[in-house]
Structures are given as C-alpha cells and as structure tokens.
C-alpha cells in the first residue's frame, strides 16, 4: 500500500526499522552489538540507503513493497509499481527488472511476494485483489482463488488500497499465507484476516483456513508477514501520523491454535473466536539510530515507511532479518535498507 498520512489525534506509537548506513555511510557501519539492540531480542546490524532515488536500465528503483530470497541467492524486491528486481544480496545492486502486468497488459498495484519451490513468483496486487503465478520473466502461469468477501466493494467488502499486503510460504511449502492490511467492512472488531491457501496437484493452491490478526491501534496495518521454519510469524505492524512520522512494531504471532473465520461472516470480538497470539519483538523507533537523517517528522530519524521484510538467514541463535521501506517515489522519503538480528523464545 503507498501509505498516506493518517489524521489521528492519538500519540503515534514509536516506530523505525532496522539500520545500518547512512545514504553516504559505509556499508559495514554498525555491527550487532549490545549498543544496536532495539530490544531484547531485535538488534540492528545497519542501514543502507544506496539505492535511494536511483534508476537501473531506466526503471526508477524504489517503491518497494517486498523482498525474497532467490533460489540463487540473490534478492527479489517487489515494487508496487508493477515491477520486479533482482538485487545483489551483498552490494544490492540491481542485476535485472521484470515488468509485471495482469491479463489484460494493465499494471499491478505489487504489494505481496512469495517465491516458490520451482522459482516462480507468487505476487499479489491489492486492487482487486488477486495472486498470480509469474514465471521469472514474468509471464502469468496461474491465478488463485480469492474470498468473496475479501474482494474490494461493491463486489466484496474490502477497502480499495487495504488489502493483500503479506504473503509468505508455510514450512514445506504446502500452505500460502496472506495477510489483508486493514479490515473488511463489517468487521467492528478491528480485526484483519489472515487467509491460507494449501496446495493440490499441480502446484495449484485452493481456499483453506482464515484467521483473525488484532494489531495494536486502528491507524496501525500489517504490510508483512514472514513464516518461521517452526511455523510461527514475523508480522510487520505499521502507521504513519501526519507531523509525527511512522510506527513501525515487529511482532512474533503464532497462529497454531486461533480459530477458523472462513465461515464467520463479521467479526464483531465474538468471545469463541480465538485470535492468532503476538507477542511486541520491537519496536523500531527503540532501535539506535545509526547516524540516519530523515527528510520528514520521525521519532527516531531511522524510520520509514517500512514496508517489505525477508529472513535472509540464521547465525548464533538469531535470525537475519531484511527490511525496506516504501519511498512511494517522494522526495520526503527515503528507500532504505535495514538489517536486523531477531531472537525468538522455543515453540511449544
């Protein structure tokens, strides 16, 4: 979603993504010591600002709305302007852009991404929304299925621009999550929907279970979800105050035992209905700043409009975690590149 100011009178919760070089800086700036710790167990290795407001093969690079690890090692970093980069995992560098477009050559609104097991692209687009299938020169090989009610008004009941934002691969690869940014129309709880998909023969995916996800205030949307190999989540919380600037949360969610919604038609706080359990990694405006400027009101000049979020890898018990932040093409915000370190209590 490119998000825009939210008029709210309340307080903005603190928020900043990881860091580690200022745009200038030099990229080994930082290491994950105690003095980078955001939290107990979130810590900021850098930032990197490189790729602010530059272009690659005369496609502008930014915009990003998410990032995956390539088969090759390499990363994939979606921009919500229906395009596709491969990025040099070390130097992030663009090595190559795709255009993405619908069935009818028409743009995407790109927000999600998953890549799959044969290397093909799984990406969501919020206007309808939708999931294609992209080979990795983007031809469209496949389209799921999508709840009624999860479709934008008046077809369905979603908010144009609030939908499909997270989408992550279960461990093993059979089951395909996705998380809608804000809640649907009728849903007074304030809950968003998870919604899964398992996959059937083929490498298709069919409708499966739906759950209910509470971030922590009204103004505050989920622009991404990550799958731990336990199953468990990384779930991106994140808002913007105009005057004050973003939050941005990071939270561990398990969705093991929250119930069904599927069949629930509103979700009003019913007392049955058990919600995925989260518990506040961090929050990122509690992360050091690192030497980062901003070009606007923050309350850490660290932050962003944080948007996409990968897990790299794993060393010395924590896990390498990639964040980038959505410059939405303006001249007020800044595409920047946060590496963290995230350490998660045992699954039970």
Not at 243 to 250: A, E, F, H, K, S
Request: aromatic share 6%.
């Amino acid at each position: 979603m490119r998000l825009r100011t939210v008029l709210t009178t309340a307080t903005a919760g603190l928020a900043a993504a990881t860091c580690l070089t200022a745009a200038a800086g030099p990229a080994n700036a930082g290491n994950s010591r105690t003095s980078n710790a955001c939290s107990s167990s979130v810590s900021i290795d850098r930032f990197s600002d490189a790729l602010d407001k530059t272009t690659y093969d005369g496609t502008f690079v930014g915009n990003f709305s998410a990032l995956a690890v390539d088969k090759d090692g390499s990363i994939a970093a979606l921009e919500d302007r229906s395009s596709l980069f491969d990025l040099n995992a070390k130097t992030l560098q663009p090595q190559r852009a795709v255009h993405l477009a619908d069935e009818n050559g028409a743009d995407l609104d790109s927000e999600g991404l998953a890549i799959d097991r044969d290397g093909t692209r799984l990406i969501t687009s919020e206007t309808e929304p939708s999931i294609r299938r992209y080979s990795a020169d983007g031809k469209i090989l496949d389209r799921l299925p999508v709840p009624s009610s999860l479709l934008v008004a008046p077809v369905g009941r979603a908010v144009s621009n609030q939908t499909f934002e997270g989408l992550t691969l279960l461990p093993g690869g059979h089951t395909l999550l996705a998380s809608m940014e804000y809640p649907i129309a009728g849903d007074t709880s304030g809950d968003v929907r998870f919604q899964t998909w398992t996959r059937t023969k083929g490498d298709h995916f069919k409708l499966a279970a739906q759950y209910a996800y509470k971030p922590d205030a009204s103004f505050l949307g989920v622009p991404e979800v990550q799958a731990l190999p336990d199953g468990r989540l990384l779930v991106l919380e994140r808002g913007f105050t105009s005057g004050v600037g973003n939050t941005v949360r990071l939270y561990l969610a398990d969705p093991r035992h929250a119930t069904d919604t599927s069949k629930i038609d509103t979700l009003t706080g019913q007392p049955e209905v058990h919600l995925v359990k989260k518990t506040l990694l961090a929050d990122i405006a509690d992360c050091p700043s690192l030497g980062a400027t901003a070009k606007q009101p923050q309350p850490n000049p660290l932050l962003d409009n944080i948007e996409g979020m990968v897990i790299t890898g794993r060393e010395k018990g924590s896990y390498k975690v990639l964040l980038v932040s959505d410059d939405n093409q303006n001249a007020v915000q800044t595409t920047r590149f946060y590496y963290l370190r995230v350490r998660t209590t045992p699954a039970y």
